[in-house]
């Protein structure tokens, strides 16, 4: 039986999906996100469902202009992270939904050695920070505002991100990452010479000048 249910949720949950996009390669599931499933299947269905919900009001919320369009790093990152984690919390609690966020997070440093991009883009140790960050804080919200529907909660969530409740990485104009003291990061060979920690910077979400406002 537990075979089953691994089969089945290994196919059609993917916890690294909805964190992410759907234009990326994931790899497979880490050994910690099938087990999850397998010993967790009514969370693990609950969270299936709000995979393509979370999905679909990020994608509606970059067209109507609420959000940049930034899926690495940027405003549009924040809310899917805080969002996913809110709406999961609201359904499962807040013990099971942080462990789902930290097990995709656990496995970045792992693909990141492997070469594998999400969003077209390597992770990294301060993109992974901000991810931990926003989950943190989109449960929360779920948590504090439990008994709101799941739109009230988008609405929630999406304000907090506008007022710079929740962290993104510090770009200038020409959408280039900078550290906190504004300068330039040079990421460029950071695949050739395996970077990982590399000195990006976090500012709030609502933060859009060159200089890092906390």
Request: aromatic content about 8%; hydrophobic content about 35%.
């Amino acid at each position: 039986m537990r075979i089953v249910i691994l089969l089945l949720f290994v196919t059609v949950f993917c916890l690294r999906v909805a964190a992410q996009s759907n234009n990326v390669h994931y790899g497979d599931l880490s050994g910690k996100e099938k087990r999850w499933a397998m010993f967790h299947p009514r969370a693990a269905k609950k969270v299936k469902k709000i995979i393509p919900e979370v999905r679909t009001d990020v994608r509606q919320k970059i067209a109507d202009n609420k959000i940049d369009s930034l899926i690495h790093g940027g405003q549009a990152d924040a809310y899917r992270h805080a969002l996913w984690m809110a709406l999961t919390a609201k359904h499962i609690g807040d013990k099971k939904a942080r462990r789902v966020g930290q097990m995709h997070e656990e496995s970045n440093k792992e693909h990141f050695y492997k070469s594998e991009k999400e969003d077209n883009a390597l992770q990294d140790s301060i993109s992974c920070q901000m991810d931990l960050l926003n989950n943190d804080l989109g449960i929360a919200y779920g948590i504090g505002y439990k008994d709101k529907s799941d739109d009230e909660l988008k609405e929630l969530v999406l304000n907090g991100i506008l007022a710079g409740e929740f962290f993104m990485l510090f770009r200038n104009s020409k959408n280039e990452f900078l550290d906190c003291e504004g300068n330039v990061v040079d990421n460029k060979n950071r695949l050739e010479e395996k970077k990982w920690y590399l000195p990006y910077c976090l500012v709030p979400t609502n933060n859009t000048s060159e200089v890092p406002t906390h």
